[in-house]
């Protein structure tokens, strides 16, 4: 190992862990003006910890905003103690957040479902950039294989249930506009956030097409996903349903592979 290496380990064990191997390589000037090692490491350790939280409230600006200055800082102490920085890129801080505040003892409800969609947006916007299907690509499969078709989505495609309002919320606050209260609906809706053109979306969804994206993720096929539509839609008119989805789905860029059984 390096010295710079060595260093720069040592370092970092005292900015995590407040490991002192790293004491002995920092110059005490105390004489000269009155700053000790102790001083020095805590100018960088308080520097590190400020960093960790500006990383915070820019990934879940939001969250900051409902909770308010001084109740979001006080839960980001505690979260950088449990939750220390791992990754180089500072991106990726924050995502154990929702679950950090589910046993927080300040995590309102709201708070823990804002965190949710915030870090999808989140995720949406840095997914892989991969080429996404046409209508034409449907259209190059038999009509009489239809049913062996399953579905691959593109990696920034996620689900999730909301039992708030924090769609609206959160584009109140994205938009600067007057403050709207959280407030609990009467049963979960159905989300679906992704990217397309280099920008997020997300829309609500029926409770059909809910399950007809939840089941094709799983792999389902063609087939599998008109029977199922059938809890809420004549055997009849199942198939014209679904392949509507379908068709939505690759006008929103939403899928990136069609498969058929053996290919």
Request: charged content about 15%.
């Given at each position: 190992m390096s010295e710079l290496h060595r260093l720069q380990k040592d370092m970092m064990a005292w900015l995590m862990q407040k490991d002192e191997h790293i004491k002995p390589d920092i110059i005490d000037t105390g004489e000269v003006n009155k700053v000790s090692v102790e001083q020095r490491l805590a100018v960088y350790g308080n520097a590190y910890g400020y960093r960790l939280i500006d990383a915070l409230s820019d990934n879940y600006p939001a969250v900051h905003t409902l909770m308010g200055d001084d109740d979001f800082?006080?839960?980001?102490?505690?979260?950088?103690?449990?939750?220390?920085?791992?990754?180089?890129?500072?991106?990726?801080?924050?995502?154990?957040?929702?679950?950090?505040?589910?046993?927080y003892n300040k995590g309102l409800p709201i708070y823990i479902e804002m965190a949710k969609f915030e870090w999808a947006l989140r995720n949406a916007f840095d997914s892989k950039?991969?080429?996404?299907?046409?209508?034409?690509?449907?259209?190059?499969?038999?009509?009489e294989r239809w049913g062996e078709l399953q579905f691959e989505f593109h990696p920034s495609v996620s689900r999730i249930d909301l039992e708030w309002n924090t769609p609206q919320l959160w584009a109140a606050i994205e938009e600067g506009a007057d403050p709207i209260a959280?407030?609990?609906?009467?049963?979960?809706?159905?989300?679906?956030?992704?990217r397309k053109d280099l920008l997020n979306y997300y829309r609500s969804l029926d409770v059909d097409e809910a399950y007809t994206i939840d089941a094709a993720m799983q792999?389902?096929?063609?087939?599998?996903?008109?029977?199922?539509?059938?809890?809420?839609?004549?055997?009849?008119?199942?198939?014209?349903?679904?392949?509507?989805?379908?068709?939505?789905?690759?006008?929103e860029k939403l899928l990136i592979n069609i498969r058929l059984d053996d290919a």
């Open positions: 800082y006080e839960m980001s102490y505690s979260y950088i103690a449990v939750n220390p920085s791992a990754h180089f890129s500072l991106r990726y801080f924050g995502h154990k957040l929702e679950g950090f505040l589910a046993s950039n991969i080429p996404t299907l046409t209508l034409a690509s449907l259209q190059e499969i038999p009509v959280p407030e609990q609906l009467e049963h979960p809706y159905a989300w679906i956030l992704w792999g389902s096929d063609f087939s599998s996903l008109c029977e199922g539509v059938c809890e809420w839609i004549d055997e009849e008119h199942a198939p014209a349903r679904v392949a509507g989805f379908l068709s939505e789905w690759l006008n």
